[in-house]
């Protein structure tokens, strides 16, 4: 046998079982079983804050869809597996900020047609509700986002500044400016 039949003899692939795919097969399972889990786990929450930020439920379905194919994407690289329902939040609020700033560029291009209200589908025909809904959905996209992580996700100020990437005194203010331009656009004096 000469040098260059075992040359090429060695770089032939070799039909053995090779354990190196099989590992990563197991490590694929092992984390598509966590995703699921954790999607059994956190996939109401984060829809009801996405549809919370949006108004939208088409889109919140999409935006929760989306933060768990890029958590699934992230997945290994996260340092602790409770890191998870954090990062699945601020995924969603990042989203929803995107999906506002698209929002906002499609309506000055389209401008000649007038926007239509929110379809009211599965919501009471409350009043009250109805109105803060409406100046909910005036506000900017960072005052909703700090209004509803703190009074409806109940995070504090420290959890809802790590959620959207700002210090604690920023979500105090954005809390404070949201909740002064819903009580203008309600008409509601704050000393009432």
Not at 91 to 98: F, M, S, Y
Not at 109 to 133: H, N, T, Y
Not at 137 to 146: E, I, K, N
Request: aromatic content about 4%; overall charge positive.
């Amino acid at each position: 046998m000469t040098a260059r039949t075992s040359e090429a003899a060695s770089a032939e692939p070799i039909d053995v079982a090779c354990p190196a795919p099989r590992a990563a097969r197991n490590r694929a399972r092992i984390a598509q079983a966590r995703i699921t889990a954790a999607h059994s786990e956190h996939a109401s929450g984060l829809g009801r804050l996405a549809f919370l930020l949006t108004g939208d439920q088409a889109v919140a379905e999409d935006l929760v869809q989306e933060a768990f194919v890029r958590a699934f994407a992230r997945f290994g690289y996260l340092r602790s597996p409770d890191a998870l329902g954090a990062y699945l939040r601020r995924t969603i609020v990042n989203l929803a900020g995107k999906h506002h700033q698209r929002r906002r560029r499609e309506r000055a291009l389209s401008m000649a047609a007038p926007s239509s209200p929110l379809a009211a589908v599965g919501r009471p025909d409350v009043e009250s509700r109805e109105l803060l809904w409406a100046a909910l959905q005036q506000l900017p996209h960072r005052q909703r986002a700090a209004l509803v992580l703190r009074f409806y996700g109940d995070l504090s100020e420290r959890d809802a500044a790590a959620v959207l990437g700002c210090r604690a005194g920023t979500v105090k203010s954005l809390v404070h400016r949201g909740l002064a331009a819903m009580r203008e656009e309600l008409g509601v004096r704050e000393h009432e």
